[in-house]
């Protein structure tokens, strides 16, 4: 059976919204490393937590690798490893250890949701 022009175009994904979303949280995220003096990050409520900088990252580095991988769920795991390990190494917990376990986790639920 043929698959018409139209059921293809319908069913072929359009990456360009995503593109822009993800140049846009990069550039964003940039311009706070650059200009944003981080005194002013650190003391935003919740005190020491840095969460613009960190949220900015998370987006820019989710959209990335799932434009990447071409999965939303690798690109969020990825990204939320990645994420953890960062505010440990602000807690001053970031060992290899730590990064190797966050790493197993991530392939763990990974395997998991891919067997189910």
Known sequence: ????????????????????????????????????????????????????????FFLALFLTLSLILQNTRRGFLISFGILLFLILRLSGLGHVINGLLIGGIVIAIEVYFSLK
């Open 1 to 56: 059976m043929k698959k018409t022009v139209k059921e293809r175009l319908k069913r072929r994904k359009n990456y360009f919204p995503t593109m822009m979303l993800m140049i846009v949280f990069w550039l964003l995220w940039v311009s706070l490393v650059w200009w944003v003096d981080p005194t002013i990050l650190k003391n935003l409520p919740p005190r020491e937590s840095y969460w613009p900088f960190f949220l900015l």
